[in-house]
């Protein structure tokens, strides 16, 4: 932690400082310059981030040297962490395909979509049952009906399954029935919810908010990590932007840049991200290209019937064709689509 | 509702969309211009928000005419509301001055701070027994000691209560203690929450979200009110803006146009605003002059003790001048502080 | 400046990195924490700007300690600068009204349009000669006849003329009819522009970029300063947001952040920033109590038949209704509207 | 274009809107509704875009139906266009591999640097003689003898070079020594700029401005096309974002879509649009894979001395690695790397 002084702080404001520093159990060195002075803190940053430095008198500003983050660090971990989802390897070179519609629906609905994208070659299936929606008049999911069909289909074509949990009180209910927990955008800093998912032990699919910053949706990492689940995948879903051309802004760069701070796997998620399927398959090609683990695609047999977000599903054949591609590229990058 | 069709749509396209509005009770009136057919639908466009739409071959575009929210709309009610806090009025002419510190601490310290903000013409207390933090190592809150405390407090000075609560299954407990439930931010979009607090009838302090539209905040004011609950008080508190020199952007102009659409009281929060406490004041009065229903300020004896956000804090004597300056403004506006 | 080195740097990069920042006549203060070391350096920060000191190999992040402008900052000149426009002070307790079309049409129009603001109490008289627009395909602006309206018409009712430039080979000719020089926003880091009006000792209105930051902002101002012209005006538009509600997103808290970094009179144009006539009352007011030194309202009285930016321009008789408002306000902050 | 009436519309302000759509030669088309009335427009669109319609009384909204652009478009000009930079073919299938410094500097040390790049396989050679910089007091460029050395040095090792203009007076002169001219993205609404740059036939490479939407940025891009000149290569270089932990943000996606609604080439530049050399590689491979005719990338031999932009370079050796991945990954996507 380094605290910058105000060009006019007086002698006693810098006594003040150094003595509160000390009071921590850290030592404050003193930097002199020509036009500020500077206080560089030495010791545990720890020990500091709960106390507000920058509300002392004569501080400037407060400059954070070390990442708010340990355990998804790189630093603490420097190896590539694998997450297994039922058997699926994601990270570490193996790659997340997840496949399947916004919402669960009917039963012959659901099969038709999971035979067919676990012929293209998905290795998740996904689907939602408790959905958060922005109209409290829109169709809020299946619930444990739309669970309990997931299970069911998933299990029949060998594909794990992921579904979206947005209440504390059913985590319990639904880490029965998915193999994997997801954290929707809306949820990433709903940290009731990471907390009670973290103590799970079930792999998490933490989507990053539509605004938060890479360290932000790292903290929100380290939420679960911290309740003793180590299991966590990022997935990148594309943030608010001034532009509406698209729903949202996809944030390919960060995907490199998490992958330098976190050993945690961070997969791509076009669907959400661009809003429309005819810049899906560029922009998971770009997913892969940029290192992603994975790939998160809606796909839909009808789009026009589908319970919600029908206008950004891929039709299954599209999906098979892109499928085609994206196994040509994880060839080029040397990465494999586990089968659980 | 508007599709605008595709440059290329086939005529037998466009019979499968007019099939399909007809096939929800609605009619469709078909204008073909000179590049370009447009389909209006006529009828009630809440049919047509469950249907994706935009997913029909041959739809380009949806424009919708109506906004999503009804009850939150100022057409389906005309006239202003006024909220009341166990006594205190909200709205259609009378402000809220919401003053207290982030996080609930020590009796003696809330007692100290409640007494100097009363003095000031502050009549709603806040503090945060339950803290949404963004490293699950900060500091959580005292919880329901906290809740506690701050009802104990606010009733000696004759000051009603607001606190957040971000946990569905204390909801009650909360509801309990305190005289208005405060959703934070981070759970503006948290819709299992929202019909949580929906079902309590407390008023609920409901803050706009960091990078939710004016429309989103607008459909979360809804899911509170379509459980019943009529006492909803929206707080503008910054979005995320590119531009670190503040904590976020302070959107004033949200809170006119916010008048201009809903009937619910709007309030703005400079505190989390700015994140500076020495531009507190001017954005105070900035929203106060934009037309907001009230004020919510962070205030605290000694910032640098402060168990979270000390360096946004104003002290006590600050905010005294500043409610001086406010009150002022106030009476031009002819504005009223009403108090319990 | 601090250096945040890397947490594997070698010993030999230390000592190059020292090396480096001594070769530039300024010495390095080391500061070895328990974690990262950090290199304060000491001496005039300037000689620092043009070297990249972040691509010394074992730095890992650099951190300024002051401001890059001098001749616009406050530290540099602690009292607020007057600005004058043809006899009207604007600056330090004097408020500009800006009133007039977005573009300068034919001359009836425009002199009724001048007989109606400078009736309502607008002290200074602007409309459009040079515009710059999204399409080529638009009205491009009068050029040379409409400097010459505009200053007949100002002349006419006692109101000095402020137009914009967007080229710098007319910059003499556009300074030879009007009295204050606008940048628009677009314009802002065109620093050729921004040098030649610098050059012409007028009274410059220097728009903030759609995505400028206050950093920003301030710096194309120094352009103006370092070359001589002392009369710069800043004015704060609008920003790009998320939310197309509004056209840009009016940041009120800049103002008071510039008044503090700067001593130059900063003003508040509520039509750029909203584009929406409803909300310019609302958003005027907001300006003028945060602070600003005036308002820029476009006002037009036919707005239908503007030549352009029509639907966000005042008529008069809104104008005149907000300008007792305004001038309401203006007494109570002990506020001047000055005239020429 | 389509207008939504107000929901309190009076009959006879429908009248006059009509009155108003067929005063210019275009055929109104009403739709009532059960709750607003909208009213299409039959006719060509153009001539309603320089009438404001949003200002008519009665009217709440405009909704445009075509896009703006027209020479620009992908309607107008099905085909993928190819760019020829002297000999160097953009687009079709064709990619543009531009490196070089950020500014040009001197004699020997670009020679080497050519040399390197031309080496690894560039096939156009990049350096700023006329620097913008945000600071008056950086580095503003060598000039007319920048202009000079990169002539020179392309043509020694065979690429065409190109560079940044930023002042209408002096395109002519940079258009007799470069091979194709760059507006930048502080420039991409210097319309008089564009304008200029349009009259000299010279391949132009259009930055996108900070915050330009996709519209705005094709617009620009019209306008050097209006002018006759129909070589505009585009180049997606990073948005303002709210996360500072990269310089902008990499919109890849806008490279997807400016393929779909425009037949101009598509580069990017990862080098500005990430500000980090360590996430150049992997943002370069995301934008070929989304389909981006080029890459643009600035390589520096000894980043620590360059004059401008050096934490942003890459090594020549760095460069050499990457190529050899955009090659392998070109061969893929079945593009070719042309020599002039």
Redesign the interface.
Known sequence: M?L?LK?DVTEQQVAHVIE?VESMGLRA?L??????T?V???????KT?????????GVADV?P??P?YKLASR?AHPQESVVEVAGVKVGGGFLAMIAGPCSVEEPERMDRIAKAVRAAGANIFRGGAFK????????QGLGLEGLKILQTVGRKYGMPVVTEV????VVETVAEYADMLQIGA??M????LL?EVGKTHKPVLLKRG??A????WL?SA??VL?EGNSSVVLCERG????????RN?????????VK?LSHLPVIVD?SH??G?P??IP??S???????ADGVHIEVHDC?????????Q?LLPTDYDALMQRMR??AN?MEKTISQS
């Open positions: 380094i910058i060009s509160r060195h930097s002199r310059g020509s036009q500020r500077i560089g803190i030495i010791g545990e940053e720890d981030r709960e106390t507000p430095l920058r509300a002392i008198p400059i040297v070390l708010p630093e958060p929606r922005t109209s409290p008049y829109a169709f947005t209440d504390p009180r809306r949820n800093q709903n940290f009731v907390t539509m605004s910053t890479v360290n932000d903290m380290e939420y911290s943030v608010k932007g001034f532009d509406n051309a698209t802004l996809f944030d390919v760069a960060s995907v490199a840049l330098r076009p991200a661009t429309r005819d810049l560029a922009c090609l770009a997913g892969l290209a940029v290192g789009p026009e019937e589908a319970k919600s977000d029908g206008p599903a040509q590229l080029l």
